[in-house]
């Protein structure tokens, strides 16, 4: 596969992850403090999903290479 496939699929793949990103939100897993004007946000939940979702795409991608 060369560089510029990959970088097409990078990129759709971004986009994709963007907008589900906007219907999904925030999942039940994450972590959000607030305390007066501070806010602390972690997304575990949502960093674990994403985690899967890029293995499983260069694992396809490595395939069928």
């Not at 907008?19 to 674990?48: C, E, H, M």
Request: glycine share 10%.
């Amino acid at each position: 596969m060369n560089m510029s496939k990959l970088l097409i699929t990078a990129g759709i793949v971004l986009i994709a992850i963007g907008i589900l990103w906007r219907f999904i939100g925030k999942l039940p897993g994450d972590i959000q403090f607030k305390s007066g004007n501070v806010t602390f946000y972690f997304p575990i939940a949502t960093s674990i999903v994403i985690s899967i979702i890029l293995s499983l795409v260069f694992y396809f991608l490595g395939r069928f290479k």
